[in-house]
Protein backbone atom coordinates (compact mmCIF):
# COMPACT_ATOMS: atom_id res chain seq x y z
CA UNK A 1 0.00 0.00 0.00
CA UNK A 2 2.47 2.62 0.78
CA UNK A 3 4.17 1.80 -2.56
CA UNK A 4 0.73 2.14 -4.46
CA UNK A 5 0.44 5.54 -1.95
CA UNK A 6 3.79 6.59 -3.50
CA UNK A 7 3.38 6.41 -7.00
CA UNK A 8 -0.79 7.56 -6.13
CA UNK A 9 0.24 11.48 -6.55
CA UNK A 10 2.51 12.06 -9.53
CA UNK A 11 1.78 15.82 -9.90
CA UNK A 12 3.60 16.43 -6.88
CA UNK A 13 6.95 15.46 -7.51
CA UNK A 14 6.48 17.11 -11.15
CA UNK A 15 7.68 20.58 -10.57
CA UNK A 16 10.26 19.03 -8.42
CA UNK A 17 11.54 17.21 -11.63
CA UNK A 18 11.15 20.22 -13.59
CA UNK A 19 13.31 22.46 -11.21
CA UNK A 20 16.05 20.45 -11.45
CA UNK A 21 15.86 20.48 -14.47
CA UNK A 22 16.19 23.80 -15.25
CA UNK A 23 18.60 23.99 -13.00
CA UNK A 24 20.94 21.97 -14.99
CA UNK A 25 20.18 23.10 -18.30
CA UNK A 26 22.35 26.07 -19.73
CA UNK A 27 21.17 29.49 -19.68
CA UNK A 28 22.53 29.92 -23.16
CA UNK A 29 24.90 28.35 -24.85
CA UNK A 30 27.38 31.32 -24.49
CA UNK A 31 27.30 30.41 -20.89
CA UNK A 32 28.05 27.11 -21.48
CA UNK A 33 31.24 27.99 -23.29
CA UNK A 34 32.50 29.79 -19.77
CA UNK A 35 35.74 28.42 -18.55
CA UNK A 36 35.11 25.87 -15.51
CA UNK A 37 37.11 24.69 -13.29
CA UNK A 38 37.21 20.95 -12.61
CA UNK A 39 39.37 19.61 -9.37
CA UNK A 40 40.10 15.96 -9.15
CA UNK A 41 39.18 14.44 -5.85
CA UNK A 42 41.78 11.57 -6.59
CA UNK A 43 45.06 13.24 -8.54
CA UNK A 44 44.09 16.93 -6.54
CA UNK A 45 44.71 18.48 -9.76
CA UNK A 46 43.20 21.02 -10.93
CA UNK A 47 41.45 21.13 -14.61
CA UNK A 48 40.55 24.29 -16.77
CA UNK A 49 38.13 23.71 -19.88
CA UNK A 50 38.02 26.79 -22.01
CA UNK A 51 36.59 27.62 -25.38
CA UNK A 52 38.38 27.08 -28.28
CA UNK A 53 39.79 30.02 -29.99
CA UNK A 54 39.83 30.33 -33.73
CA UNK A 55 43.81 30.77 -34.67
CA UNK A 56 45.71 32.59 -36.68
CA UNK A 57 46.17 31.37 -40.09
CA UNK A 58 49.50 30.41 -41.04
CA UNK A 59 50.74 30.70 -44.54
CA UNK A 60 51.36 27.19 -46.30
CA UNK A 61 54.48 28.24 -47.66
CA UNK A 62 57.76 30.22 -45.86
CA UNK A 63 60.16 31.64 -46.95
CA UNK A 64 63.46 29.66 -47.73
CA UNK A 65 66.88 31.27 -47.38
CA UNK A 66 69.83 29.74 -48.95
CA UNK A 67 73.41 30.89 -49.20
CA UNK A 68 74.91 29.82 -52.51
CA UNK A 69 78.51 29.28 -52.81
CA UNK A 70 80.71 29.37 -55.95
CA UNK A 71 83.70 27.94 -55.04
CA UNK A 72 84.26 23.83 -54.69
CA UNK A 73 87.14 22.45 -52.61
CA UNK A 74 90.87 23.05 -52.95
CA UNK A 75 94.27 21.32 -51.95
CA UNK A 76 95.79 24.74 -52.38
CA UNK A 77 94.13 27.07 -49.70
CA UNK A 78 96.93 29.31 -49.55
CA UNK A 79 95.76 30.30 -53.33
CA UNK A 80 92.42 31.17 -52.38
CA UNK A 81 93.78 33.23 -48.89
CA UNK A 82 96.46 35.34 -51.61
CA UNK A 83 95.64 38.72 -52.54
CA UNK A 84 95.58 36.83 -56.68
CA UNK A 85 91.58 37.06 -57.93
CA UNK A 86 90.99 33.79 -58.06
CA UNK A 87 87.90 32.85 -60.83
CA UNK A 88 84.97 31.54 -59.23
CA UNK A 89 82.78 28.22 -60.53
CA UNK A 90 80.00 29.21 -63.01
CA UNK A 91 76.31 27.51 -61.18
CA UNK A 92 76.31 24.71 -63.78
CA UNK A 93 79.91 23.51 -62.51
CA UNK A 94 78.76 23.90 -58.98
CA UNK A 95 75.59 21.89 -59.99
CA UNK A 96 77.71 19.50 -61.70
CA UNK A 97 79.64 18.84 -58.72
CA UNK A 98 76.47 18.62 -56.31
CA UNK A 99 75.23 15.64 -58.63
CA UNK A 100 78.30 14.11 -58.62
CA UNK A 101 78.69 13.92 -54.94
CA UNK A 102 74.52 12.79 -55.03
CA UNK A 103 75.85 9.71 -58.00
CA UNK A 104 78.48 8.79 -55.58
CA UNK A 105 75.87 8.13 -52.44
CA UNK A 106 73.43 6.76 -54.88
CA UNK A 107 76.31 4.15 -56.04
CA UNK A 108 76.99 3.54 -52.15
CA UNK A 109 80.74 4.55 -52.73
CA UNK A 110 82.42 6.11 -49.45
CA UNK A 111 84.58 8.57 -52.08
CA UNK A 112 84.02 11.08 -54.88
CA UNK A 113 85.62 10.03 -57.78
CA UNK A 114 86.44 11.29 -60.82
CA UNK A 115 84.21 8.99 -62.38
CA UNK A 116 81.45 10.61 -60.54
CA UNK A 117 82.14 14.29 -61.27
CA UNK A 118 82.20 12.91 -64.76
CA UNK A 119 78.38 11.28 -64.28
CA UNK A 120 77.72 14.84 -62.60
CA UNK A 121 78.40 16.82 -65.77
CA UNK A 122 76.07 14.44 -67.66
CA UNK A 123 73.12 14.39 -65.11
CA UNK A 124 73.28 18.37 -64.87
CA UNK A 125 72.58 17.82 -68.92
CA UNK A 126 72.98 21.69 -70.25
CA UNK A 127 76.48 22.45 -69.92
CA UNK A 128 78.62 22.85 -72.85
CA UNK A 129 80.43 19.82 -71.70
CA UNK A 130 77.18 17.88 -71.64
CA UNK A 131 76.37 18.60 -74.41
CA UNK A 132 79.37 17.72 -76.15
CA UNK A 133 79.50 14.31 -74.24
CA UNK A 134 75.82 13.55 -75.54
CA UNK A 135 76.53 14.51 -79.25
CA UNK A 136 79.65 12.04 -79.06
CA UNK A 137 77.74 8.96 -77.70
CA UNK A 138 78.66 9.50 -74.18
CA UNK A 139 75.63 8.82 -71.89
CA UNK A 140 74.83 8.67 -68.28
CA UNK A 141 73.48 4.97 -68.54
CA UNK A 142 77.08 4.17 -70.56
CA UNK A 143 79.22 5.80 -68.14
CA UNK A 144 77.39 4.40 -64.66
CA UNK A 145 77.76 0.66 -66.88
CA UNK A 146 81.60 1.33 -67.09
CA UNK A 147 81.85 2.94 -63.71
CA UNK A 148 80.26 -0.22 -62.63
CA UNK A 149 82.54 -2.92 -64.67
CA UNK A 150 85.69 -1.08 -63.65
CA UNK A 151 84.74 -0.05 -59.76
CA UNK A 152 82.06 -3.10 -59.27
CA UNK A 153 79.00 -2.82 -56.78
CA UNK A 154 79.66 -1.56 -53.54
CA UNK A 155 78.31 -3.04 -50.44
CA UNK A 156 74.52 -3.16 -50.40
CA UNK A 157 74.74 -2.56 -46.72
CA UNK A 158 76.88 0.43 -46.82
CA UNK A 159 75.68 3.72 -46.53
CA UNK A 160 78.01 6.85 -47.80
CA UNK A 161 78.13 9.86 -46.09
CA UNK A 162 76.31 12.89 -46.93
CA UNK A 163 79.33 14.63 -48.85
CA UNK A 164 81.52 11.45 -49.60
CA UNK A 165 85.38 13.24 -49.64
CA UNK A 166 86.70 13.28 -52.86
CA UNK A 167 89.62 11.31 -54.18
CA UNK A 168 93.04 12.94 -54.68
CA UNK A 169 92.38 12.48 -58.48
CA UNK A 170 89.31 13.92 -58.18
CA UNK A 171 91.36 16.59 -56.31
CA UNK A 172 93.44 17.27 -58.72
CA UNK A 173 91.18 17.42 -61.30
CA UNK A 174 89.13 20.54 -59.64
CA UNK A 175 92.67 22.52 -58.69
CA UNK A 176 93.88 21.38 -62.59
CA UNK A 177 90.82 23.47 -63.52
CA UNK A 178 91.41 26.27 -61.69
CA UNK A 179 94.78 26.55 -62.77
CA UNK A 180 94.11 26.37 -66.39
CA UNK A 181 91.61 29.35 -66.41
CA UNK A 182 94.02 31.42 -64.18
CA UNK A 183 96.98 30.51 -66.86
CA UNK A 184 94.87 31.62 -69.44
CA UNK A 185 94.48 35.20 -68.27
CA UNK A 186 91.03 34.75 -69.51
CA UNK A 187 88.29 36.69 -67.63
CA UNK A 188 84.64 34.90 -66.18
CA UNK A 189 83.99 31.66 -64.58
CA UNK A 190 85.25 27.91 -64.86
CA UNK A 191 83.18 26.53 -66.44
CA UNK A 192 82.06 22.66 -66.95
CA UNK A 193 84.43 22.33 -69.55
CA UNK A 194 87.37 23.16 -67.25
CA UNK A 195 86.01 20.29 -64.87
CA UNK A 196 85.74 17.81 -68.02
CA UNK A 197 89.08 18.43 -68.93
CA UNK A 198 89.88 18.33 -65.43
CA UNK A 199 89.05 14.71 -65.35
CA UNK A 200 90.97 14.01 -68.79
CA UNK A 201 94.52 15.31 -67.83
CA UNK A 202 94.02 12.75 -64.73
CA UNK A 203 95.02 9.79 -66.63
CA UNK A 204 94.90 6.58 -64.12
CA UNK A 205 91.88 8.10 -62.76
CA UNK A 206 88.61 6.28 -63.21
CA UNK A 207 87.03 9.28 -65.32
CA UNK A 208 89.71 9.29 -68.17
CA UNK A 209 89.88 5.54 -68.64
CA UNK A 210 85.86 5.44 -68.89
CA UNK A 211 85.86 8.11 -71.28
CA UNK A 212 88.32 6.43 -73.34
CA UNK A 213 86.98 3.14 -73.32
CA UNK A 214 83.82 5.44 -74.59
CA UNK A 215 85.55 7.01 -77.27
CA UNK A 216 86.74 10.02 -76.08
CA UNK A 217 90.36 10.99 -77.03
CA UNK A 218 92.67 14.03 -77.15
CA UNK A 219 90.96 15.31 -80.93
CA UNK A 220 88.35 15.66 -78.49
CA UNK A 221 89.66 17.25 -75.57
CA UNK A 222 90.92 19.63 -78.09
CA UNK A 223 87.68 19.99 -80.28
CA UNK A 224 85.63 20.89 -77.10
CA UNK A 225 88.37 23.10 -75.56
CA UNK A 226 87.56 25.28 -79.35
CA UNK A 227 84.08 24.86 -78.80
CA UNK A 228 83.91 26.48 -75.66
CA UNK A 229 86.48 29.23 -76.07
CA UNK A 230 83.74 30.65 -78.86
CA UNK A 231 81.82 33.63 -77.48
CA UNK A 232 78.24 32.37 -77.73
CA UNK A 233 79.41 29.77 -75.63
CA UNK A 234 78.41 30.83 -71.98
CA UNK A 235 78.18 27.62 -69.40
CA UNK A 236 77.96 30.43 -66.20
CA UNK A 237 74.08 31.55 -66.85
Known amino acids: MAAAHSFSNPASTTPVISQSRNKSKPSSFSSFLKPHSLRSPWLGINFSLQSSKPRPHLPDHRPITATVSL ?19 SRRAIKSFAMAELEARKLKYPTTGTEALLMGIL ?69 TT ?44
Open 71 to 89: SLPTAKPDRVASTEKVPKW
Open 123 to 191: IEGTSVAAKFLLANGITLFKVREETVKLLGKADMYFFSPEHPPLTEAAQRALDWAVDQKLNSGDDGEIT
Open 194 to 237: HLLLGIWSEVESPGHKIMAALGFNDDKAKEITSLSSQPESVDGL
